[in-house]
């Protein structure tokens, strides 16, 4: 194993651009974000929970020198400083329930604009579906240009999961991937949460990730996303 000690360690992600994997369910988020202007100089990113909103938006700020707030932490006497570089605003839809942090978005989406900076916004949903109460807010969504990252096909998946196990510093046999590909649920969700159970279980009994723990892991009770279908 990777990792020998017997306690469990916080996963460190990666989130540099070559620690993104590039295949045909993102090629296009991939090219928007790398695009050096955008139509009104502002992107709408979408797509599940674990798809790579997060990662891209990092991969984009370290490119424009930009910053990156979850919506939920916008203040509104931080939009002033906020709008003095390029910002991603992660998570958008999760403020719907609060009037006073969409007028902030709100101020701060006209204020990054007019200061001539670019604006990333992201969510799970596609922006028509964020229903954000402030008309004029959910409006400039809408019309800004969107793209999505769309579910994983096998290579995506594989890939994900190669990565997941390197944040843990753990290292796999291929054949373990290999397996869980081609029987998991096809979620980014799920490949999470297959990987950390698979080190919970490996660390408790002290062994290796192999086939047989994956197989074991699938053929027990189902993860959380599983349960949901």
């Known amino acids: 194993m990777a990792r020998q000690l017997s ?33 009104g100089n502002k992107l709408v990113l979408t797509g599940p929970a674990g798809a790579g909103k997060t ?19 916008l203040r509104y ?11 991603a605003v992660e998570d958008v839809p999760m403020i719907a329930d609060d009037p006073e ?3 902030t978005l709100f101020h701060l989406h006209n204020l990054v604009l007019a200061e001539g900076h670019a604006l990333l916004m992201t969510g799970r949903l596609p922006p ?12 400039r969504i809408e019309g800004a240009h969107h ?25 796999p046999g291929p054949e373990v991937i290999a397996y869980l590909v081609k029987h998991m ?13 698979l080190d919970q279980i490996a660390l408790s009994e002290k062994r290796e990730i192999t086939r047989a723990l994956a197989v074991r892991i699938l053929n027990s009770e189902p993860t959380d996303s599983e349960a949901d279908n």
Not at 77 to 87: E, H, K, M, T
Request: glycine share 2%; charged share 20%; no cysteine.
């Open 77 to 87: 006497d931080d939009v002033p400083d906020l709008a003095r570089s390029a910002i």
């Open 185 to 197: 649920d096809r979620r980014f969700e799920t490949a999470a949460e297959v990987v950390a159970r």
């Open 7 to 39: 306690f469990d360690l916080p996963a460190k992600t990666a989130l540099g651009r070559e620690d993104f994997f590039v295949s045909p369910a993102n090629a296009l988020a991939v090219a928007m974000i790398s695009a050096n202007s955008w139509p």
């Open 147 to 171: 793209v999505a990252l769309d579910p994983p096909d096998d290579a995506l998946l594989g890939a994900v999961l190669a990565k997941l196990f390197v944040d843990r510093q753990l290292n």
């Open 101 to 103: 942090q969409q007028k």
């Open 55 to 73: 990662h891209l938006a990092h991969v984009w700020a370290a490119e424009t020198s930009g910053r990156i707030i979850l919506a939920s932490d």
């Open 128 to 139: 028509n579906l964020w229903q954000l109460p402030l008309p004029d807010l959910q409006s």
